[in-house]
């Protein structure tokens, strides 16, 4: 039996967002959408099942808990590198 696909979205603004926030969160059709809408922005995407599960359980708009600076701080890193890559920056 395969498992239903769960995603969740994640921004961060350093000039006004105190920590990372939940912006989007689904699964099945709902994550399938998150998921395109990413790649149609070329938002670089991190497969972390356990994480998605975590992120699936807060609110909209609600700011990650401390216990998940680590792990969001890892996917930050992630997509930084992963957009100098593509911008060609060395």
């Known amino acids: 039996m395969r498992r239903l696909r769960k995603a969740a979205a994640?921004?961060?603004?350093?000039?006004?967002?105190?920590?990372p926030r939940v912006t989007a969160k689904g699964q099945g059709?709902?994550?399938e959408k998150i998921i395109a809408i990413a790649k149609e922005h070329?938002?670089?995407?991190?497969?972390d099942p356990a994480l998605v599960e975590v992120l699936c359980r807060l609110?909209?708009?609600?700011y990650i808990p401390v216990e998940l600076y680590r792990a969001v701080a890892e996917?930050?890193?992630f997509i930084y590198l992963a957009e100098k890559e593509r911008s060609g920056e060395r």
Do not use: H, S
């Open 10 to 19: 994640i921004a961060y603004d350093r000039q006004k967002d105190v920590a």
């Open 29 to 31: 059709a709902v994550a």
């Open 42 to 47: 070329g938002i670089p995407i991190k497969d």
């Open 59 to 62: 609110d909209l708009d609600e």
């Open 75 to 77: 996917i930050l890193a």
